[in-house]
């Protein structure tokens, strides 16, 4: 069973980048489609990017053009790059598959956008 773990939230100025990382414990080189998902306070969790195994990726109108999901089958990782952030940016952030299965959240990792 894969665990997944999510790192490199933090506190960053409107306008400013951060890139997350998650670490799968087992292969996912298997699994069709991974994804990023984030969930702010008072909200359900949304999609923000997902990724296939041939590279074909998704994102939802709110953050197209300034987060960019990349997979690595051989480190067994998955990534987003998030530029121009924005105060709505604001959440917790989770990968998973996509869709997702519910035995594989993790605790994820927070980004709070301020200035």
């Known amino acids: 069973q894969v665990q997944l773990v999510e790192s490199g939230g933090g506190l960053v100025q409107p306008g400013g980048s951060l890139r997350l990382s998650c670490a799968a414990s087992?292969?996912?080189?298997?699994?069709?489609?991974m994804a990023w998902y984030r969930q702010a306070p008072g909200q359900q969790r949304a999609l923000v990017a997902a990724?296939?195994?041939?590279?074909?990726?998704h994102y939802p109108d709110s953050v197209k053009g300034r987060f960019t999901i990349a997979r690595d089958n051989a480190k067994n990782m998955v990534y987003l790059q998030m530029d121009s952030l924005k105060p709505e940016d604001t959440a917790v952030y989770y990968c998973n598959m996509d869709p997702p299965t519910s035995r594989y959240w993790g605790q994820g990792t927070q980004v709070t956008v301020s200035s």
């Open positions: 087992g292969s996912i080189s298997s699994i069709y489609a």
């Open positions: 990724i296939t195994n041939a590279g074909n990726t």
